[in-house]
């Protein structure tokens, strides 16, 4: 299948338009019309070769939203028609313990990604969501449940699931305190999806200009890092601290704010090592961790959840021909809060 896409064709290349073959349908897999593709940050670090792993022509896109329109002979789960979506992985080997623990994104094996990698086969490349079409294995698609606007449930993909998963694993409900780090296309739906849960949410932003927004979107506080009164007026506030800052930052400072047992999860990618005392830690008994993404399975509630409570990201969306333009924008923090391309554009 000719599929219409947009690609990188080297890390100092602007996207440009392209075309790749896509797999005729297996009989476990589902093809799909293409809607929608959130642009996430990460798009861009790997289209310009930041993280030393890119691997060219590249077609970024991994919050995809599209309509079924053939799937195999064993598809159970979906049928033409069908509103699903597709993030970040398009395969794993589904029998390691990770895998039957529904965390695909650490398959012992490596999963297959939806760009920049390859099949399971190690050999052919996957092509993400900057396309037309796209054909998947039936696990790795989830079902976008009815109402949910598909512009608007792209990123849910990719940053709703980064920011849901570590909301739920440490356990966040009605009546905690919650703090997000930082108000960007992570962030925004952080603060959503705590204010979903129940919790009260404090915005924590180097920017003051980001306070009203930070109250429209669900936040009941808002403090800035950059005042050192800060760390004293909220020490000691913070069941969880969710943390989505991608540039370097105090994360020290950052433990202080935690209740004992509190958690500071960390979902941002600053490039260099971040110092940590270990006092900050042990007094209080706090925690410091990372999340990546969230399975399958957690996806797909994670996406009923947005469903039931009413949760979409804020989004721009744009025609294919201006992702350059995007990309330029979101060094400059210049998009409120989500770029989605418009899949007919491509």
């Known amino acids: 299948m000719t599929t219409r896409c947009w690609a990188a064709p ?145 990123p849910l993909l990719c940053a709703g699931i980064t920011t849901y998963s570590p909301l739920r694993q440490w356990g966040v409900e009605a009546g905690q305190q919650v703090g997000v780090v930082g108000l960007g296309g992570l962030g925004h739906l952080a603060v959503k999806l705590a204010r979903a849960m129940g919790a009260e949410v404090t915005m924590l932003s180097t920017s003051p200009s980001k306070k009203a927004d930070a109250q429209r979107l669900g936040a009941s506080d808002f403090a800035l890092t950059t005042e050192r009164s800060t760390f004293k007026t909220h020490a000691g506030r913070f069941d969880v601290l969710l943390d989505t800052v991608s540039a370097g930052h105090d994360v020290d400072s950052l433990l202080r704010l935690l209740k004992p047992f509190g958690a500071l999860a960390l979902v941002g990618m600053p490039p260099k090592a971040m110092e940590v005392k270990a006092a900050s830690l042990v007094g209080g008994n706090k925690r410091f961790a990372g999340s990546s993404i969230g399975g399958m399975k957690e996806t797909q509630a994670m996406l009923d959840f947005c469903a039931a409570k009413g949760v979409l990201a804020d989004v721009e969306v744009i025609p294919a021909q201006a992702i350059n333009e995007a990309y330029e924008r979101m060094l400059k923090n210049d998009v409120r809060y989500r770029f989605v391309i418009d899949a007919k554009t491509v």
């Not at 589904?94 to 399971?120: D, I, K, S, V």
């Not at 996957?126 to 790795?140: I, K, P």
């Open 10 to 154: 080297s890390a100092d290349s602007k996207l440009a338009p392209f075309s790749i073959q896509r797999r005729a349908p297996g009989p476990t897999d589902v093809a799909m019309d293409v809607l929608f593709c959130g642009v996430c940050h990460s798009d861009l670090h790997q289209a310009r070769g930041e993280w030393g792993r890119s691997s060219f022509p590249m077609v970024p896109g991994h919050e995809v939203i599209g309509r079924v329109t053939q799937v195999g002979a064993q598809v159970t789960k979906v049928k033409p028609g069908d509103l699903v979506g597709v993030g970040c992985m398009v395969d794993s080997c589904r029998t390691c313990a990770q895998c039957e623990a529904h965390h695909e994104m650490f398959c012992e094996a490596g999963p297959a990604w939806t760009y920049n990698g390859t099949e399971l086969d190690r050999k052919t490349p996957t092509y993400g969501g900057y396309s037309t079409h796209l054909v998947v294995t039936e696990r790795f698609v989830v079902t976008v449940p009815r109402g949910l606007d598909p512009a608007r449930a792209a």
